[in-house]
């Protein structure tokens, strides 16, 4: 599956869209002016080319990642009205990838919206959530969009599809 548009691309953050699935890869700071524009992003999508279609979400945290403010959280939480499904890999182990799995999971439990969603600790696994709540594209197809996105911008981390 071919990346369809890379919407933002910067040293921390890189955001494209995989026909029907966002693609968000977090390898730096999560700025506020940042996470303002995703928002941007969501609503344009949902208001053209999304209207009447489903829009999923691929979350990728790396363990260089740094969780938003409150602001910024308050932010992330509006992104919840625009998307089927959210999937979260949050890369790593240990206090770090726990503090920030935490914050996700406490945007999602705080927001009290519907918004299905998986929170898991590989891309692997998360695009496999994806794929099990409906997505167009397959589990390796997504894996292979974030490897191609990672290797085309400035990223610090590189990423080994499975398999």
Same mark, same amino acid.
């Given at each position: 599956?071919?990346?369809?548009?890379?919407?933002?691309?910067?040293?921390?953050?890189?955001?494209?869209?995989?026909?029907?699935?966002?693609?968000?890869?977090?390898?730096?700071?999560?700025?506020?002016?940042?996470?303002?524009?995703?928002?941007?992003?969501?609503?344009?999508?949902?208001?053209?080319?999304?209207?009447?279609? =489903?829009?999923? !979400?691929?979350?990728? $945290? +790396? /363990?260089? %990642?740094?969780?938003?403010? *409150?602001? @910024?959280?308050?932010?992330? #939480?509006?992104?919840?009205?625009?998307?089927?499904?959210?999937?979260?890999?949050?890369?790593?182990?240990?206090?770090?990838?726990?503090?920030?799995?935490?914050?996700?999971?406490?945007?999602?439990?705080?927001?009290?919206?519907?918004? =299905?969603?998986? !929170?898991?600790?590989? $891309? +692997? /696994?998360? %695009?496999?959530?994806?794929? *099990?709540? @409906?997505?167009?594209?397959? #589990?390796?197809?997504?894996?292979?969009?974030?490897?191609?996105?990672?290797?085309?911008?400035?990223?610090?981390?590189?990423?080994?599809?499975?398999?």
């Amino acid at each position: 599956m071919p990346i369809d548009r890379v919407l933002y691309q910067s040293q921390d953050c890189t955001v494209a869209l995989c026909d029907d699935v966002m693609i968000q890869i977090w390898e730096g700071p999560a700025h506020n002016d940042v996470l303002r524009s995703i928002l941007g992003f969501f609503q344009t999508l949902k208001n053209g080319d999304f209207r009447a279609r =489903k829009l999923y !979400v691929l979350h990728v $945290v +790396s /363990e260089t %990642a740094s969780p938003p403010d *409150a602001t @910024g959280r308050a932010i992330a #939480a509006k992104f919840l009205d625009y998307f089927e499904f959210h999937s979260n890999a949050t890369e790593g182990t240990g206090f770090r990838a726990s503090v920030i799995r935490s914050v996700i999971v406490g945007i999602l439990f705080l927001s009290r919206v519907r918004t =299905k969603h998986a !929170v898991t600790a590989s $891309v +692997s /696994e998360a %695009a496999q959530a994806l794929v *099990a709540a @409906g997505c167009n594209a397959t #589990a390796r197809d997504l894996e292979l969009c974030v490897l191609a996105l990672r290797a085309t911008g400035k990223s610090k981390l590189g990423y080994q599809a499975a398999g």
